[in-house]
């Protein structure tokens, strides 16, 4: 049981290009949720899908395009990076319902992060 | 929207002392759980505790909803306690969280 796996774990990138960070879960979790967090500013929230086929937008989804075709899979794409989206981003997952606590209170898991720098 | 809001922002602690964190919310939630980040960048979920009193060995966590805090409780602290410590709150049948800023732990030996 893997948990929830991201790829890359580091990444450079020049202003204008484009890439996708990739985010798998083998926990069958209906939620899944990409966040960014930068220096004094905690995690923010940019997007995030209740189950394949269906995604939403978060705090600052600007810059950001995600889809959901599988329940496995969730990845995040930047189609043209900026400096400004230097960050560390986080994956997570976890059951729908509750506050993301499911029947069993298993609250959520985080992948182990990518760290991106846009020069 | 709600805001989350930490304190102490840093904390400086020798091994072996307690501390107490809170976190102030300023909406209803559904949810509020407290996580730790630990010093290698990995996130680790501590409590699920939306309203009332839970323990884990040195941790322990208490939310008074009605009152819109939780404070997060460190007994005989240790190294591996180190790293950053947040709160997080859902609202209403969402599974969105709201991160506060976190609180910064250094434990010295």
């Known amino acids: 049981n893997a948990g929830v796996t991201q790829t890359p774990k580091f990444q450079v990138l020049k202003t204008g290009q484009s890439m996708t960070l990739q985010c798998a879960q083998d926990m069958n979790h209906e939620y899944m949720s990409w966040y960014r967090q930068d220096p004094g500013m905690g995690l923010r929230l940019i997007h995030y899908?209740?189950?394949?086929?269906?995604?939403d937008q978060g705090e600052v989804p600007n810059g950001y395009n995600v889809s959901r075709s599988t329940t496995e899979d969730f990845p995040l794409r930047l189609l043209s990076a900026a400096p400004s989206q230097t960050s560390v981003y986080f994956c997570?997952?976890?059951?729908?319902?509750?506050?993301?606590?499911?029947?069993?209170?298993?609250?959520?898991?985080f992948g182990s992060g990518t760290r991106l720098t846009v020069v | 929207g709600i805001q989350v809001e930490q304190s102490p922002p840093d904390l400086i602690l020798q091994e072996g002392a307690n501390s107490t964190l809170r976190c102030n919310f300023s909406d209803s939630v559904n949810n509020l759980q407290w996580f730790h980040q630990n010093p290698w960048g990995q996130l680790i979920n501590l409590f699920y505790?939306?309203?009332g009193t839970k323990q884990n060995g040195r941790l322990s966590a208490t939310t008074v909803a009605t009152e819109r805090y939780s404070l997060l409780y460190i007994s005989s602290s240790q190294t591996t306690d180190s790293g950053v410590y947040f709160c997080?709150?859902?609202?209403?049948?969402?599974?969105?969280?709201?991160f506060g800023t976190g609180t910064l732990l250094a434990v010295q030996p």
């Open positions: 997570a997952s976890s059951p729908l319902g509750g506050g993301g606590t499911g029947r069993l209170g298993h609250g959520y898991t």
């Open positions: 505790i939306p309203s």
């Open positions: 997080a709150v859902s609202l209403g049948a969402t599974n969105k969280l709201i």
């Open positions: 899908s209740v189950g394949a086929g269906i995604t």
